[in-house]
């Protein structure tokens, strides 16, 4: 490589001259007094204006202050009422609960409908191990079907529940451990709404793309459906399932959640994603 010194004594001058530059005009600026004076004036601007914004944050720290515990009476007061808040909101509705994990208890979700004034119509859990090895040929076995793949295991879950039979099909997948059938009162046809307990702690492997989404679009086609789950639960299963243009609530667990779940019940139009937020906020479903 050629090197060309011409080049280094030219940009080493430059350095040494800008150098030279700088300390002439810094020693010009320190000796007048005019510029000594702006600068004094600029300086006195600057702490004028944190003063102002310093106090500002001061007041708006008070305000967020106030607020938060207002919203703490708020939801208090939410607690205290809700019995009030939901009751006759859902009289003569009938409604059916599905569950993806045993290890769910519905209970909470039968009181709240409950004390609304509806009626669980069904409460069934559907088990992963519908997928398991071997399942597919043990269900052809009982039922003299020839299921080779999951669609088709699905399928016949969910028309095994739109059945309205328990002594069919549904009471064999029961017998098989595939499902688990918490009540059935055979009123598919008079069931309302349906309420999807999502449950994303699982080992099994894309559960909300292979389990969840096609029983809710399947039953979605039948019956309006609403997606909850527990507040302490991972939201980013939610969020998928909220894309199938349902109304979801992630803190049924919680006073404002069973509000949220009985305003959607009411209004099966209602549409969005209801419960905490990320920034901790909780937001509900309005009906004009």
């Keep these: 490589m050629h090197i060309n010194f011409k080049y280094f004594i030219v940009s080493i001058g430059s350095i040494f001259l800008a150098l030279g530059i700088g300390i002439l005009v810094g020693s010009s600026l320190g000796n007048n007094e005019t510029i000594q004076k702006q600068n004094e004036a600029i300086v006195k601007d600057i702490d004028e204006q944190f003063n102002e914004l310093k106090t500002k944050d001061e007041q708006l720290s008070e305000e967020n202050s106030s607020l938060k515990e207002n919203m703490g009476k708020y939801k208090k007061y939410i607690e205290s009422n809700e019995a009030l808040l939901t009751a006759g909101k859902l009289t003569g509705k009938q409604v059916g609960i599905i569950s993806f994990s045993e290890k769910d208890s519905s209970e909470n979700l039968d009181s709240v409908i409950a004390n609304a004034g509806g009626n669980v119509a069904f409460d069934i859990v559907i088990n992963e191990s519908l997928f398991e090895k071997g399942s597919a040929q043990k269900i052809n076995e009982k039922l003299q079907t020839n299921i080779s793949k999951d669609s088709e295991l699905i399928d016949l879950v969910s028309d095994a529940i739109k059945e309205s039979d328990s002594n069919g099909r549904l009471n064999v997948l029961s017998e098989l451990g595939y499902v688990k059938v918490e009540k059935y009162t ?51 299963s939610l969020k998928e399932l909220s894309k199938l243009r349902v109304a979801t609530i992630n803190n049924i667990d919680q006073s404002m959640g069973h509000i949220s779940l009985i305003t959607c019940l009411t209004n099966d139009k209602i549409i969005g994603d209801f419960g905490k937020t990320d920034d901790n906020m909780v937001t509900i479903p309005v009906t004009k």
């Design 186 to 236: 055979n009123q598919f046809d008079a069931v309302n709404n349906i309420v999807v307990f999502n449950n994303p702690a699982t080992k099994m492997k894309n559960k909300v793309a292979t389990l969840e989404k096609p029983v809710i679009e399947s039953l979605k086609s039948e019956k309006p459906v609403l997606v909850v789950q527990n507040s302490s639960s991972n939201k980013e």
